[in-house]
């Protein structure tokens, strides 16, 4: 075999083995392909509804198309599989475009995504607002929420531990029982 034959040999060997594991690791999905579990969101108005009926803490996502944060809060936090699990069972999540003019209906009026935002004092992107079963607000947090600042607040709210303790007494608790 002359050396370019052998070169070439190599090289063809090579980019075979290259092309196998590239396809192995496709059709194996290597984790990768895995489908991730995402937030399922309704409406305000059919989340309203659905947290009285299920007796759940709504969360309302006000966010805007060009709000940078809102899609990182998108990506990063309601993208996380420990918020997505804990959300699901504990809460009703919904979601307003804050510069729509499409009406909701809330007690017993329709409101825009703009005057609801109004209404709910949202005076930055991504606001985050939490309301109990009746429809009554008990928070609002504006800006990002890294995911796992999220579920201590999702537990904290959807568990009603507001009633009983403030946020930081709740926080060194929950801090304790991981230690």
């Known amino acids: 075999m002359t050396r370019k034959t052998l070169t070439t040999s190599v090289l063809f060997l090579l980019v075979l083995l290259i092309f196998s594991l590239s396809v192995s690791s496709i059709s194996t999905g290597n984790g990768k392909d895995k489908e991730k579990a995402d937030i399922t969101w309704t409406t305000f108005e059919e989340g309203v509804t659905q947290a009285q009926k299920e007796q759940k803490l709504l969360v309302v996502d006000f966010y805007t198309d060009w709000c940078h944060w809102c899609k990182v809060m998108e990506k990063e936090t309601y993208g996380n599989d420990d918020v997505v699990a804990y959300a699901k069972e504990k809460a ?12 909701f209906k809330f007690r017993d009026a329709a409101y825009s995504g703009r005057e609801l935002s109004m209404m709910f004092g949202v005076r930055g992107f991504p606001t985050t607002v939490f309301m109990n079963a009746k429809g ?10 890294p995911a796992d600042r999220f579920k201590l607040i999702l537990k904290y709210l959807a568990d009603n531990w507001y009633e009983k303790m403030k946020f930081d007494e709740f926080e060194k608790q929950e801090a304790g029982d991981k230690s």
């Open 92 to 103: 009703v999540m919904a979601r307003i475009n804050a510069e729509t003019v499409e009406k």
């Open 136 to 145: 009554e607000l008990i928070t609002s947090i504006s800006g990002f929420i």
